[in-house]
C-alpha cells in the first residue's frame, strides 16, 4: 500500500506544479496569478474539491505524446462562497497555454453538469488561446459540447465568467452566453480574431488593449460587465456578485440581517433641481432608497445614460433599473436598452424584484439610432419588462414621456406598484414641443405668437406634465413626497413577498434578438 500511497502523492505533487515552475514564474511576472492561486483566492478557504486533477489528453499528434501534463490545463471542482456550493473551472495558462481540446473540454463540461444536477452557480476563470490547435476539430468539438451546455443551463444556474488572461477564437464565446463577464485590466484580452489576423484582412493596425481589452470590452462593445484593476480585485468582485443572487432558479436570493431604523430620507425631497431640463445624477436617488452601501453597478461604463445593478432592500436582493439623467438626459438608446432588456431577463429568471427609477425624456431621435434598429432594440426592453413575473415596482421622479413612458416598467406592461413625485411628468412629450404642434395654428395667428407659445406651453404643463392625470386613471397608484420612497418601497416589496405570476403555455416566447 505504501507504495501507491507514494505514487498518489507524487501525481498530485505533479499535478500541483501546472506547466512548471518557469512557467508560473513567466505568468507572475506579467502580473497574473497562476489558475490554483484564483481558485483558492474565490473559494472560502479549504473548501475546494478537485475533480480530474490525474485527467490528461490522448493525442499524438504534433509531439502531444511528449506533452502531457495533469489536468491538461484546466483545473475543475467545487466549492463555497460564503458557506454557499460553486462549482468552478480555472483554465491554466502554463499548460499549452490555456488552450482547450478534448479532455480539457469534458472536464468542464463535467463540473456543468454537475452544477446542473445540484443547482449551483458556475464560475469560469478563462485563461486560454483558445482550441488546440494540435488537437483540430476535436478541440471545436469541445468548444461546442460547452457552449450547449452553456446554453441548457442558462436561466436554470447563475453563469459568471472571469477572463484572467488572452481569450482568442472559441475561449470567447462560451465567456458571452453566460450572465456575466468580468475582465482584469491590462492582462485580459477578449477577441474572435486578434491583431494580426485583423491586420491581414482589413489592414487595421490595432493593439490587443484597443481590440479587446478591459476597457474596450466595459465602455465600447458592453460584452464585459465589470472590469478590476488587478486579479485579487476582479476575485473579490466574484464573491460579492454571487452574495446577490440565487443557486438556482427554482431558490430566492440569498438575505442579509437587517435592522430596521428610521427609513425617511429627506434628502430626496430637495433632489429634483427646480428647472426640468437641470440634470442630476439618479444614483443619489437610488442609494437613498437602498439600503446603505448595498449596491454593486453592473454594466457601469457602458451606455452611462442607464444605470444598473444589484442592492438590497430591507437586507433583500434587488436588481435596480434607472434613467440617468446626467448622461445624455437619461435618453434610452439602443445600447441602453439593451444594457437593460437583459439584466431584467437575468433578474427575472433568477426571482429577483425589479425596483426601477424613471427620468426619461424619450427615445433617442435620429438617422443613426433609425438605422441602426431602435425600433428593435428598445422592443427589447419592452418585452423584458413585460415578460417578467417578480415583483417589479417603479418610481416615476421626473419625465416619462411618451412611449419611454410605456417601456419603463410602466402599469400598462405588469409593474405591480407605481409611486411617482410630485415632480413627474407623464405626458405624451415635453410642454414645449406639446404646444407647438397642438396649438400650431393658433400660435402662427396670435399678435405676439412667442407669448401665445409660452401661455400654451403653461396650459399643457398644467393639465399633463405633473402625476395627477396619471394617478386619477390608476395608471399611478399613489403620489408620494420623494422623502418617503424608501419607506414604501420597503412596504411594497413585502406585500409583494409571495406575488405568484405565471406566464401563458409556450415553448418559448420570441424576443426581437
Ligand atoms: C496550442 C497554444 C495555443 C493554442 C497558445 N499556445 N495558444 N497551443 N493551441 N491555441 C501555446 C503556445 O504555443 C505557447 O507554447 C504557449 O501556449 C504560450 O503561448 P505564447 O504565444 O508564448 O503566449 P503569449 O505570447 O502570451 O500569447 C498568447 C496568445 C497566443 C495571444 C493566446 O498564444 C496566440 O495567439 N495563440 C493562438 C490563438 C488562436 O488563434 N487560437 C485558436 C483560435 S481558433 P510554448 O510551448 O511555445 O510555450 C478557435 C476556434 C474555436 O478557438 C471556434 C469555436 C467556435
Known amino acids: 500500500m505504501k507504495e501507491q500511497f ?24 506579467k502580473g497574473k496569478l497562476t489558475a490554483r492561486e484564483r481558485v483558492n483566492l474565490l473559494l472560502d478557504e479549504g473548501s475546494f474539491q478537485e475533480i480530474g486533477q490525474l485527467v490528461t489528453h490522448r493525442s499524438s499528434n504534433f509531439g502531444l505524446e511528449k506533452q502531457k501534463f495533469l489536468g491538461d490545463g484546466v483545473i475543475t471542482g467545487y466549492g463555497t462562497i460564503d458557506g454557499r456550493l460553486v462549482y468552478v473551472f480555472s483554465q491554466d495558462f502554463t499548460v499549452l497555454g490555456g488552450s482547450l481540446a478534448e479532455a480539457h473540454a469534458q472536464k468542464i463540461c463535467r463540473v456543468m453538469d454537475l452544477a446542473m444536477q445540484n443547482g449551483a452557480p458556475v464560475i469560469g476563470l478563462n485563461d486560454s488561446g483558445g482550441a488546440r490547435i ?52 491590462g492582462t485580459s484580452y477578449m477577441f474572435v480574431t486578434g491583431p494580426n489576423v485583423v491586420k491581414t484582412v482589413t489592414h487595421e493596425e490595432v493593439s490587443s488593449e484597443d481590440l479587446g481589452g478591459a476597457s474596450t470590452h466595459a465602455s465600447k462593445s ?53 428647472n426640468p431640463n437641470q440634470p442630476y445624477d439618479i444614483r443619489q436617488v437610488m442609494n437613498a432608497v437602498i439600503d446603505p452601501d448595498s449596491s454593486m453597478e453592473v454594466h457601469a461604463e457602458y451606455a452611462r445614460n442607464m444605470v444598473i445593478g444589484f442592492a438590497r432592500v430591507a437586507g433583500r436582493t434587488v436588481g435596480c433599473v434607472a434613467n440617468q439623467p446626467a448622461v445624455l438626459a437619461g435618453v434610452l438608446d439602443i445600447d441602453a436598452s439593451v444594457k437593460a432588456a437583459r439584466f431584467v431577463r437575468f433578474c427575472d429568471a433568477f426571482n429577483i424584484p425589479l425596483l426601477v427609477f424613471v427620468d426619461v425624456p424619450g427615445f433617442l431621435p435620429g438617422t443613426d439610432q433609425e438605422w441602426r434598429g431602435i425600433i428593435s432594440h428598445g422592443a427589447k426592453l419592452l418585452y423584458a419588462f413585460s415578460e ?19 417601456v419603463m416598467n410602466s402599469k400598462h406592461i405588469g409593474c405591480d406598484m407605481n409611486f411617482a413625485w410630485p415632480s413627474a411628468e407623464i405626458a405624451v412629450m415635453g410642454a414645449k414641443g406639446a404646444a407647438e404642434i397642438i396649438f400650431k395654428g393658433e400660435i402662427a395667428k396670435a399678435a405676439d405668437p412667442a407669448a401665445k407659445w409660452q401661455e400654451k406651453e403653461q396650459q399643457y404643463k398644467e393639465q399633463f406634465a405633473n402625476p395627477f392625470e396619471a394617478a386619477a386613471r390608476g395608471y399611478v397608484d399613489e403620489v408620494i413626497r420623494p422623502s418617503q420612497t424608501r419607506q414604501k418601497v420597503m412596504a411594497a416589496l413585502e406585500m409583494l413577498r409571495n406575488k405568484v405570476d405565471k406566464l401563458p403555455r409556450k415553448k418559448h416566447g420570441n424576443i426581437p434578438l
Open 222 to 274: 458592453g460584452v464585459a460587465h465589470f472590469t478590476a484593476g488587478n486579479e485579487v480585485e476582479g476575485i473579490r468582485q466574484l464573491r460579492q456578485l454571487v452574495g446577490y443572487i440565487p443557486s438556482n432558479c427554482e431558490e430566492e436570493p440569498p438575505t442579509q440581517a437587517y435592522t430596521p431604523c428610521d427609513e425617511a430620507r429627506p434628502m430626496l425631497d430637495t433632489i429634483i433641481p427646480d
Open 388 to 406: 417578467a413575473t417578480v415583483p417589479r415596482i417603479t418610481i416615476i421622479t421626473r419625465k416619462a414621456y411618451g412611449g419611454a413612458y410605456d
Open 6 to 29: 507514494e505514487r498518489l502523492d507524487a501525481l498530485t505533487a505533479k499535478a500541483l506544479e501546472g506547466g512548471g515552475k518557469e512557467r508560473i514564474e513567466g505568468q507572475h511576472k
Open 134 to 185: 494540435q488537437e483540430g476539430v476535436v478541440s471545436l468539438g469541445g468548444y461546442a459540447d460547452i457552449f450547449y451546455r452553456n446554453v441548457r443551463a442558462s436561466g436554470v444556474i447563475p453563469q459568471i465568467s472571469a477572463i484572467l488572461g488572452p481569450c482568442a477564437g472559441g475561449a470567447v464565446y462560451s465567456p458571452a452566453l453566460t450572465d456575466f463577464v468580468l475582465m482584469a485590466e
